[in-house]
């Protein structure tokens, strides 16, 4: 079942950085190397999690899956916002759901028009999706 996992995209590799970042944790071997497997063991979940949303919209409506995608899309920043409260850090949570919005409105939606108009000339969307994740 691992090697399924593994194999099922040349990215999950990323995955055995998971243990590498406990480790470093555990042995101490400062916060730069910590930092740097976490990272690495975020890609591929990113994409698992991204995955899952996916499959489970194909089994229901458009309105229904745009609220998954939107809901498990920003996991991340919901972890970081209650680990950060329940630490009384209000200055990280701002600036996380700040670089969210951000993210998710400039740089996300400015892609899209950038690689959608290079390969079409005229772009088409699904009005109800757009109005569910606004």
Request: proline residues 3%; aromatic residues 8%.
């Amino acid at each position: 079942q691992c090697h399924r996992v593994l194999t099922f995209s040349r990215i999950n590799w990323l995955l055995l950085a998971m243990p590498l970042a406990i480790i470093s944790r555990a042995a101490e071997f400062g916060d730069g190397p910590t930092f740097v497997f976490s990272m690495l063991a975020l890609i591929p979940q990113a994409q698992l999690l991204g995955l899952f949303t996916e499959q489970i919209a194909l089994y229901t409506n458009d309105a229904i899956g745009g609220l998954l995608n939107a809901t498990f899309g920003n996991l991340t920043e919901l972890i970081i916002t209650v680990i950060a409260l329940r630490k009384n850090m209000l200055r990280i949570v701002q600036v996380s759901l700040l670089g969210s919005i951000l993210s998710n409105c400039l740089l996300v939606l400015g892609s899209a028009f950038l690689l959608g108009g290079l390969r079409f000339p005229v772009m088409k969307f699904n009005t109800q999706m757009a109005t569910t994740n606004t």
